[in-house]
């Protein structure tokens, strides 16, 4: 069963910086790229960026460069993503998603992150 | 930047045949996917490609794309699938979603 596994809810303070991860079982991890979607309470789906597990190449969305980075481990078919500078814009939920076919085939649980001092 | 459109909401009665459009410059050129999205759970994949349907999606799903619109059916609406309904497509190696949909079944 293909699955991706994600870490559990965070809370951070202004400032801060989270990481979340991204656990693919069920396919090889480095034949297809891994994206990172946030979802903030009430609202739609908007797109940070993708990452390559392969080379580990990154391309970020422009209102996120230099604030995100995304990285993997290939020993274990885990994929991360840290945020920088966290504020309260930044509550939201945070999926990883699998790119085959030109869409998003399969998303982690997604992973609730809290920003409140 | 690339940008797509959705109407924010559709409701229909049981049965009838939903459709929601999702309009973006020359879209038609592009590949578009359609997700949905129940509350508190992540999207699922309803169409991929324009018009590819994955496998464990019912047949009353299809998908189609012309000109500047894609489009998705749904036909014979059932009360399982009201949800938000989001559409997606590639601008270069960038990622855009549309604003979403939700789908009220009366």
């Known amino acids: 069963q293909v699955l991706l596994v994600q870490s559990g809810p965070e809370l951070k303070k202004p400032g801060a910086s989270v990481t979340v991860s991204c656990k693919a079982s069920?396919?090889?991890?480095?034949?297809?790229?891994m994206h990172w979607v946030r979802q903030a309470p009430g609202q739609g789906l908007e797109w940070m960026g993708i990452?390559?597990?392969?080379?580990?190449?990154?391309l970020y969305a422009q209102k996120f460069q230099g604030r995100v980075a995304l990285t993997r481990d290939t020993s274990t078919g885990t994929g991360y993503m840290e945020l920088y500078r966290l504020r309260s814009e930044d509550t939201a939920i945070y999926y990883c998603a699998r790119v085959n076919n030109q869409a998003f085939d399969i998303w982690g649980q997604g992973t609730m992150v809290t920003v409140s001092s | 930047s690339y940008e797509l459109t959705q109407p924010p909401s559709v409701s229909l009665s049981p049965g009838q045949t939903a459709r929601i459009t999702c309009s973006g410059d020359?879209?038609?050129?592009?590949?578009a996917a359609w997700y949905q999205q129940k509350p508190g759970q992540a999207p699922v994949l309803v169409i991929h490609?324009?018009?590819k349907r994955p496998s464990g999606i019912p047949e009353r799903f299809s998908g189609s794309s012309s000109g500047n619109t894609a489009t998705l059916t749904i036909s014979g609406t059932q009360a399982m699938d009201e949800a938000d309904y989001f559409c997606?497509?590639?601008?270069?190696?960038?990622?855009?979603f549309g604003g979403g949909t939700k789908l009220t079944v009366l």
């Open positions: 069920g396919y090889t991890f480095t034949r297809h790229h």
């Open positions: 997606q497509a590639w601008d270069s190696s960038s990622v855009v």
């Open positions: 990452m390559n597990p392969s080379d580990g190449g990154t």
């Open positions: 490609q324009d018009t």
């Open positions: 020359k879209l038609g050129q592009r590949y």
